[in-house]
Nanobody, 127 residues
Framework: QVQLVESGGGMVQAGGSLRLSCTAS????????MGWFRQAPGQEREFVAG????????SYGDSVKGRFTISRDNAKNTVYLQMNSLKLEDTAVYHC????????????????????WGQGTQVTVSS
């Protein structure tokens, strides 16, 4: 079992930056694909970014490509989401997720491929 805790959310002006962190506990946390999803009020959950266990492969949702960067530090059991050039439409609750399959070389954009979820952290972008 893996537990996930997000941090780093907050309020920022449009054009600004934030870095989210997701700290994982559990002895397999460094061996699994991790992802970030977001959900705005009244909208479906949206894939933001994902990264495989080794950090060698990542994938991004179309709406954040070129602005967001996902990375991980397995020594710290932490995954990061660096968000630059933030827009009003990036406002949402951001959730960290983990895929239980070990040493999987794939990143999935469908939320039902992920087994572990954090509680989420609010990101609010203001004008």
């Amino acid at each position: 079992q893996v537990q996930l805790v997000e941090s780093g959310g907050g309020m920022v002006q449009a054009g600004g930056s934030l870095r989210l962190s997701c700290t994982a506990s559990g002895r397999t946390s460094s061996a699994i694909t991790m992802g970030w999803f977001r959900q705005a009020p009244g909208q479906e959950r949206e894939f933001v970014a994902g990264i495989i266990w080794s950090g060698e492969k990542s994938s991004y949702g179309d709406s954040v490509k070129g602005r967001f960067t996902i990375s991980r530090d397995n020594a710290k059991n932490t995954v990061y989401l660096q968000m630059n050039s933030l827009k009003l439409e990036d406002t949402a609750v951001y959730h960290c997720a983990g895929d239980r399959r070990l040493y999987n070389g794939n990143v999935y954009s469908a939320d039902d491929e992920y087994d572990y979820w954090g509680q989420g952290t609010q990101v609010t972008v203001s004008s």
